[in-house]
């Protein structure tokens, strides 16, 4: 299943149109499984990929009952109003987000 977030200021950027190569869970989940923590932390894949999984469904379902979700040192998933800007500037109501950490603020997000 392929969830994909609309965007704020501050927020990551990913595309929403499935035709342009849009992120899923599944394909961010099997790319990070694959990567060097995994290896270094002598983690196999499958269990890296179930445990990214498992919090995918944790902020799915936390998104779905209108709750965030705090990820300290990396961001934060909320469901509020958010601005389009491919759209105009259109505000749309309870739209799920996230937020990078202020951490991230000096790291071009482009």
């Known amino acids: 299943g392929g969830h994909s977030f609309r965007t704020m ?3 990551a950027t990913v595309p929403m149109d ?22 270094r932390m002598r983690i196999s894949a499958l269990q890296c990929r179930q445990a990214w999984l498992g919090l995918c469904d944790f902020i799915f379902a936390q998104l779905k009952n209108q709750k965030g979700v705090s990820l300290p040192g990396l961001g934060s998933f909320a469901v509020g109003a958010c601005v389009d ?15 990078f950490s202020q951490k991230f603020d000096a790291v071009p997000q482009a």
Do not use: H, I, K, W
């Open 9 to 11: 200021r501050g927020a």
């Open 18 to 39: 499935p035709s342009v190569g849009a992120l899923t869970v599944t394909s961010l989940t099997d790319e990070t499984s694959q990567g060097v923590y995994c290896r």
């Open 85 to 99: 800007t491919a759209n105009g500037g259109v505000v749309e109501p309870r739209a799920p987000v996230f937020a």
